[in-house]
Structure formats: structure tokens, C-alpha cells
């Protein structure tokens, strides 16, 4: 009878290196380097529209104890426009601010992808007196 060929186990490919600063779901392509750098330099650029979204609402309240870390989620898509924007946890109790970091980062324009991609970023807000 015919022997049955043994084949040795199949090495697992190399893995293309890749950064994610991303907290849970990060989902689709991964990312490059530059990629995850140009996402994260949008951000940069974007975070003083965010902070002004909290300190609106710290003034409006006059309130010191209005504090907290903020999770974004944003589903960038392939064109390069966040599909998604979700608060995946807050501790800040301020509704309205949530709306607004959301309404902020719509408008961002993020680097064109291969495919959808998941990315996170936390705020933190306190008062800076």
C-alpha cells in the first residue's frame, strides 16, 4: 500500500509588524506603523476641540468635581472617515460632553485604510484649577 507523507506542522507566518494602541476592538487590517501614527497625530490635532468640549460644560456648571477618564471608540473607515464614534466607558458624568467629543471627532479626517478599523484613545478631565 501507498504511505501516508507525513508533513511536518506548518510554521505560523511571520506577522507583519504592527503597533496597536488600540484598547479592546481593534478589528480589520492591521495597522502600519505610519498608519497608526497618522491616526494617532489626527488625534493630537483634535484633542483641543475635545478638552474645549469639557471645559464648555465644566464653566456652564461651575463645577470642580467634574472629572473623569473618557474612552473613544471610532470605526475609521476605508476612505478615511470615522464610520463609528462610540464612548466605550466614562466615568465623567456629563452627557453633553460625550455628545460633543462624539460630534468632534466625526469631522476628523483620518489616513485612507485597506479596510474598516477599530482605534481607542482615552481622555482624562479635570480641572486645570
Known amino acids: ?15 507583519p ?9 481593534t478589528g480589520g487590517a492591521a495597522l502600519t506603523v505610519e498608519q ?3 491616526i494617532q497625530a489626527t488625534e493630537r490635532l483634535g484633542r483641543p ?9 465644566l464653566e456652564r456648571r461651575g463645577d470642580k468635581n467634574l472629572q473623569g477618564k473618557v474612552v473613544v471608540q471610532i470605526k475609521i ?7 463609528t464614534v462610540r464612548i466605550s466607558q466614562s466615568t465623567l ?16 479626517e483620518f489616513p ?9 484613545f482615552t481622555l482624562d478631565f479635570s480641572p486645570a484649577y
Open 93 to 108: 458624568k456629563a452627557p453633553a460632553v460625550h455628545k460633543c467629543i462624539i460630534r468632534q471627532v466625526r469631522g476628523w
Open 77 to 83: 473607515g476605508t476612505g478615511g472617515s470615522a464610520q
Open 49 to 57: 476641540g475635545l478638552v474645549e468640549c469639557y471645559t464648555r460644560e
Open 17 to 25: 509588524e504592527t503597533v496597536s494602541a488600540a484598547a479592546p476592538a
Open 36 to 38: 497608526l501614527e497618522e
Open 112 to 120: 485612507k485604510l485597506s479596510a474598516a478599523t477599530w482605534h481607542s
Open 1 to 15: 500500500g501507498e504511505e501516508a507523507q507525513l508533513d511536518p506542522p506548518p510554521k505560523p507566518a511571520p506577522q
